[in-house]
Every structure is written in structure tokens, then in C-alpha cells.
């Protein structure tokens, strides 16, 4: 049973930066996929990102040239930095990991951000 943790939210102005990390309680190299995921109130729950175990990296539109999914192995973290943040990206993100593409066995618990205007 591998346990993830995030950490790294909180609340900022449009514009501004953060940086998400999910740590692994073991090694994140055997997972053949990494995710975050977001859920904004009211909404359903969608992936924001992802990252194969080749390194390759998934984005999608609405982030894509704002934020970058990024992994590092030898600490077990996988890292999500969001730049030029806007009020539609308020939401819970979650970390994610899973043995085959789109297949997630592993959750965390999530971490607010909340973005002003």
C-alpha cells in the first residue's frame, strides 16, 4: 500500500505561482503513471496532468504553457508547478498513481488552491 501526500497549496492572486508536491511513502518509479487531478466546486473531477514512467508528460489544454508536471525519483515526489494562476483553477488537487495509463489505484488526500481575482 503506497500513501500519497500532498502539500504546497493555499490561497494567491491571479497571476501569481505555486508549486504542488506529492510525496510517495515508496518508490513512485514502479508506477507506470503519476497524476494531478483537480476538482473546482460543483464540477467533476479532472486531470490536469500526467507523467509515464519514460518521463513523458500530458497537459491538459486548459494548463497546457502554465503548468508543468515534473517527477523526481530518488525522493519518492512528484511536482506540479503552476504559473499564472487564474480564478478558474480554484480547486482541490489531488495526486494520483497508477500501475497502467488511466488506471489510478493510489489517491491522496488532496490540497486546496484558491486563486483571487
Known amino acids: 500500500q503506497v500513501r500519497l501526500a500532498e502539500s504546497g497549496g493555499g490561497l494567491v492572486q491571479a497571476g501569481e505561482s505555486l508549486r504542488l508536491s506529492c510525496a510517495a511513502s515508496?518508490?513512485?518509479?514502479?508506477?507506470?503513471?503519476m497524476g494531478w487531478f483537480r476538482q473546482a466546486p460543483g464540477k467533476q473531477r479532472e486531470l490536469v496532468a500526467d507523467i509515464l514512467r519514460d518521463g513523458s508528460t500530458n497537459a491538459a489544454d486548459s494548463v497546457k504553457g502554465r503548468f508543468t508536471i515534473s517527477r523526481d525519483n530518488a525522493k519518492n515526489t512528484v511536482y506540479l508547478q503552476m504559473n499564472s494562476l487564474k480564478p478558474e483553477d480554484t480547486g482541490v488537487y489531488y495526486c494520483a498513481a497508477g500501475w497502467h495509463l488511466t488506471v489510478y489505484h493510489y489517491w491522496g488526500q488532496g490540497t486546496q488552491v484558491t486563486v483571487s481575482s
Open positions: 515508496g518508490s513512485i518509479s514502479n508506477f507506470y503513471v
